[in-house]
């Protein structure tokens, strides 16, 4: 993807079908920086909860990550005091 590349969104929010036009502004590492086009208030709602949903997501996979790491820590001492 490259800045000023036209795209559209697909996404499930909630069970309702989301569809917006878009274009790249930014791209890097990653991430990806969108200007939407023609959205109705209820596709900024759904955008906003969108966004919340992805966070929260984020958020649930660097917990389990750390779990992860933690317990992978412990079998290790227990592997080397054992």
Known sequence: LWAGAP????????????????????Y????????????TLRKMEQIQMLIEELEQSEQQMVKKARELAVSRRAEEKKRECG
Not at 28 to 39: A, K, N, P, T, Y
């Open 7 to 26: 795209v559209e969104l697909w996404a499930k929010v909630r069970g309702t079908p989301l569809r917006v036009a878009a274009m790249v502004v930014s």
């Open 28 to 39: 890097r590492e990653e991430r990806l920086g969108l200007r939407f086009r023609g959205l």
